[in-house]
């Protein structure tokens, strides 16, 4: 039984990483064929489909947080966690996956994020674009 799920489009992260590749693309077609531009278009190509979303999950006992299709991909057991609340990230901490002096943070858009702390003193940053809603749902599975 899952409790709460929710997935975040970081759009403009898709339209940056998609305009890129056109240009890349663009620049085929006025010039002959480059091995570097090859190489970043693949990198570009395998970000956009990595990154282009972050999904939360709480089922019974786990919080699943996830990037894209899952390859990367953080799961805690609820026992674990003792707190959570919503806070606003700074501008400069980024997206991505990222290490912040509150810890480790998953964050695909915007300043919004839950922060977890764990049973062993340890933070980590969820970004998300329903920050109530979250914090809300991992209380509610905590029990409080």
């Keep these: 039984m899952k409790r709460y799920t929710h997935t975040q489009t970081g759009y403009l992260l898709i339209v940056a990483l998609g305009s890129a590749v056109i240009l890349i693309a663009l620049l085929w077609a006025l010039y002959e064929f480059n091995w570097i531009g090859f190489a970043?278009?693949?990198i570009l190509a395998i970000c956009l489909v990595l990154f282009a979303t972050l999904t939360v999950e709480i089922d019974e006992d786990t919080i699943k947080v996830r990037f894209g299709p899952g390859i990367i991909r953080k799961k805690f057991p609820l026992q674990d966690i003792e707190s959570c609340r919503a806070v606003k990230n700074h501008w400069y901490y980024g997206w991505?996956?990222?290490?912040?002096?509150?810890?480790?943070?998953?964050?695909v858009s915007g300043l919004h994020a839950v922060e977890?702390?764990?049973?062993?003193?340890?933070?980590?940053?969820?970004?998300?674009?329903?920050?109530?809603?979250?914090?809300?749902?991992?209380?509610?599975?905590?029990?409080k």
């Design 40 to 42: 970043v278009l693949i």
């Design 96 to 107: 991505g996956i990222r290490w912040t002096p509150y810890g480790w943070m998953f964050n």
């Design 116 to 143: 977890l702390l764990r049973k062993n003193g340890k933070k980590f940053r969820v970004g998300t674009d329903d920050p109530e809603g979250l914090a809300k749902a991992i209380q509610q599975a905590l029990g």
